[in-house]
């Protein structure tokens, strides 16, 4: 404890230093942050995922800036069916990922401007950004732009990327605007629109194709054995549209009364693909006592397919491979029902009960696939456990 306490301040007086606080007052008013959790995934079609992660943040709210940064281990095993249905076995392995972020905003007006990367052995990915953020009406009205580039390259596990890559650019358009309600709630409305340019399909994602006659006896969660029995020989691999327009808006309304904070969110999508799908999504935060915050937590999602989804596709050989083509469920119509909730427990000593935060979470879900081969029900439990000191 005594070496942690040592090391924050160090940070802090480093932190002054650059920038260009050398009283003792600045010193006091910078806060450190660090902190770490532990989440855990699992469902019903073989997916594994255990993600540790450290996080930590430097900042001085009087001059109105703030450093922020994490780092963390996605370990993924993975055996679902449509994986096993191309003679591929259970398969792992472990992505790495973080992000940096800096934020000035001294007055009403100032800018924040953030950088991240995952990178596994088949993927990486760089995105890029930043923002402006405006105070108006006296701090009753505050609005955002931001501009993100990102850059995909999609490979094969076991080779190199200058053997074999894909690359997926993109680029996002980001605006809102949020104002109180009153004293008490708060009222937001964000637009995304994202412009992406690559070939996304998956390398290893084979596509079963039948016969006209024999496409109308695929059912739906039709398993493997049945699949081999009435494809045809081609088996090409997914390919997806090279272009892509996404665009999606989202409203968020929060209000604290005397026990807690109701937060509702609704969000709507839509893409060029023909994707539409909306996501609600509630929270109620209660006070149990000075220390203790719990919250239950209950998430729907329903979307349709893209426009050129078949459950199976048709072709007589060769040379009427369908063009685009695709075997992710997730591209499908779906919809999913979560549950779940989570506490917050502060630790600290009186006068500073937010020095020692422990927080967890537990999520439960549903989602039916309406028109999927292989799988047509998931459930999903994610759980994560975190502690944060603050000094």
């Given at each position: ?33 660090a ?22 943040a ?11 940064g994490?780092?963390?281990?996605d ?69 955002l732009?931001?501009?993100a ?19 997926l ?39 079963p ?43 968020r ?34 006070d ?90 998931r ?11 603050t000094?």
């Amino acid at each position: 404890m005594q070496l942690v306490r040592k090391a924050a301040r160090a940070l802090r007086l480093a932190c002054a230093v650059l920038v260009g606080a050398g009283t003792t007052r600045a010193d006091d008013e910078l806060t450190v942050k660090a902190g770490a959790e532990a989440g855990g995934y699992a469902d019903s079609v073989g997916v594994n995922v255990l993600t540790p992660s450290v996080n930590g943040a430097v900042e001085n709210p009087l001059a109105g800036w703030r450093v922020d940064g994490r780092y963390l281990l996605d370990v993924v095993s993975a055996a679902s069916p449509d994986i096993v249905a191309t003679a591929t076995k259970r398969w792992s392995e472990v992505r790495q990922a973080g992000n940096i972020g800096a934020r000035y905003k001294p007055g009403d007006i100032g800018g924040a401007a953030y950088g991240t990367f995952s990178y596994s052995p088949d993927y990486l990915a760089l995105v890029g950004g930043g923002q402006l953020l405006v105070d108006l009406d006296e701090k009753n009205l505050s609005l955002l732009g931001g501009y993100a580039y990102g850059n995909d390259t999609i490979g094969r596990a076991g080779t190199s990327f200058s053997t074999f890559s894909r690359t997926l650019a993109y680029h996002t358009i980001t605006v809102g605007i949020a104002r109180p309600l009153s004293a008490s709630s708060v009222f937001s409305v964000t637009a995304d629109a994202i412009i992406e340019r690559g070939d996304q399909s998956k390398p290893y994602r084979y596509i079963p194709l039948f016969t006209p006659s024999d496409a109308a006896k695929v059912p739906r969660g039709v398993q493997p054995d049945q699949i081999a029995a009435l494809r045809i020989q081609p088996r090409p691999l997914e390919q997806l549209p090279l272009e892509r327009e996404r665009y999606a808006l989202a409203a968020r309304f929060a209000t604290r009364n005397s026990i807690g904070t109701l937060r509702l969110e609704e969000r709507g999508y839509i893409d060029a693909w023909g994707i539409k799908a909306s996501t609600s999504d509630v929270r109620y935060m209660i006070d149990v006592g000075r220390r203790l915050i719990v919250w239950p937590n209950f998430r729907f999602h329903v979307q349709s397919a893209v426009d050129f989804w078949k459950r199976a596709y048709t072709a007589t050989g060769v040379n009427d491979i369908p063009a685009l083509r695709t075997g992710d469920r997730e591209l499908g119509a779906l919809f999913s029902f979560a549950a779940g909730g989570g506490a917050r427990l502060a630790l600290g000593r009186e006068g500073n009960l937010d020095a020692w935060v422990l927080t967890t979470q537990l999520v439960w879900t549903w989602t039916n696939f309406a028109d999927a081969i292989y799988v047509t029900t998931r459930y999903s439990a994610f759980a994560v456990l975190g502690v944060e000191a603050t000094f």
